[in-house]
């Protein structure tokens, strides 16, 4: 990945490297896995002379590493029971507290769960399925969760099931500043349909690590919705790996509100011919907060169509990132590919970089993309303040009808009610 | 009602003056037209008065009722009853026209103290106002004057006009882009808001527009200054004249 010499580790490097040392004999399941992940980040955390990791230094931005979460308590169980969003549309099927599974509920017929730490210790069948969404290893954010983690869920539909209330997986962060890993696997297979709701909540200084990986197989449809929500002073590293079969569907949004620095990884793979992928995203920064989102769409089969839209609204001295590229195979032909983002800048302080890229080695293919940076248009502002709205309020309409294309493709309409509260809770708090 | 006195505003970004001195007095329940060749600073006008941000005013006063409409803002003067009719309402996509006409109404209403309209009020009587003005339900569905056709972006200014019940309204070139039927219409609408306890500045090119809405003065503007008024009957002489004479004359 990188030749540089290092000779100085930083802070965060040398904690991390004696928490692997210290913690892997007791970690579970398979350790040469855990070495060999560990192994990409041993040398140090990628910088910013590391392309992927240009505009997100985590070498720089990564200023310690927090010890690993202890196991929860009976309170803090409680506690995060009691906080999990969207309790309207959906109370938590499985609860995660600081990456540990406590609470796993009643799956539908069809869908079979089992708890991670449990299925290291029955060395479960479906644990070599690992990485099958094709997700880099040595990517640092997965060589992390890889290494450290212990607990988690895997999750089975099968086949022909149809799966018509949304699955909650809740991750909630509750005490001190801590360290926690979750994985997820997510295995649907021949025909099936899953709506998964994953929620990122909670309070403190927190250092959390997901990663989620979908198998989804031939005819399936599945919509995975995401809101990372953590508190302001959180590291987030997510990774989302989806692997998709033949004339599948795929939905997914993920809506980034919370944490100092948070960086969304997305992975797809089309793996099998004729199925659509539509990727959506929103983030919202503020203060001195960075957010970061990460994609790479694989079109390595015929007939296949993505569909990227993502946006960023920033405010105060905030930076967000998005970058986005589409690889089309030489085999991938009649590709059609559509990647936009667009940044919503309010302040002069903000840094909106986008990157996106398209890299085509079929030549029966239809791929764009676009990329926008503008602030808030004047004359918007002027039309609706003439008509006697403050300015404040004049700016969230167009603030909200900005991402409102976005929100458009959640279709639940209690979960995109939920969703408008989240970015009116972030537009109240604008100072 | 409303008293402008020797008002000068120029163009912020470059400085260009465009009103120059500029006198206009129009009492409570009159309606005043205002015609002039292209740049003589009618738009402008419109604009200083509803409080864009584009514009420097560098002297002179502009009252509403006694009260100084520029140390306000746009929206303060909107809640203090002005009302801008825009020459070009603006396409708005994502803001549903249903949420910002209660946005609108909502907040005029707050900044006067006045409780909140309930939905089902708010609905009775958008659907009383647009019946009259042919606007159907279907249509306000939609993002705010997206893919509205001119007559339709009219109409819907006049709908605006029509549930906000301002007390200075500003037409600005609302005959623009309207065929004679949906000037008919749009004639009506503000006919129906006419009252002695609200007034009117029409600003148009053409007389057309002031046989369906009848003025009680008409000023003729030049070079950023009222030249002239009269009577109803300086617009038909205007048409059949034409502004040559004040573009040389101002």
Redesign the interface.
Known sequence: MNSIVRPIKTAAETALVEQFTAAKASLPGDKSVRETAFGAVVEGLPHRRVEEWKYTDLRALMKDAKPLAAAPGKAEIEAAKASAPFASVRKPDALLVNGALVELGAMPKGVEAVSLAKAYADNHPLLAKFGEAGAPGDNAAIALNTAFVSDGLLLTVEAGAKIDEPLHLAFVQQGAGHAAYARVLILVEEGASLTVIESHTGKGAHQTNSYVELLAADKTDVTLFKLQNEDLATQHLATLAMKLGAEANLTTANVSRGSALARQQIFVKFEGDNTKASLNGISLSGGNRHLDTTLFVDHASFNCESREQFKQVLDGESRSVFQGKILVRQNAQKTDGRMMMRALMLSEGCEADLKPELEIYADDVQCAHGATCAAIE???L??????????K??EA??I???I??VLETVEDEALRGEIHAVTHDWLQARD | MLSIKNLHARIEENGQEILKGLDLDVPAGQVHAIMGPNGSGKSTLSYVL?????YEVTDGSVTLDGEDLLEL???E???KGV??A?QY??E????GTM??LK??LN??RR?RGEGELSTPDFMKLVKKNADELEISMEMLKR?LNVGFSGGEKKRNEIL?MAL?QPKLAILDETDSGLDIDALKVVSEGVNRLRSPDRSFVVITHYQRLLNYIKPDVVHVMSKGRIVRSGGPELALELEANGYAEYVEAA
């Open positions: 004047e004359d918007y002027f039309y609706l303040m003439a008509r006697g709205i403050p300015k309020d004049a309409i167009l909200e009808a900005f409102d294309d | 509803a409080g864009k941000e584009d803002g746009a929206d003067r909107a809640a009302f801008l825009f309402p603006l708005i996509p994502g803001v949420t910002f946005a609108t907040a005029q900044a993002s605006q906000l």
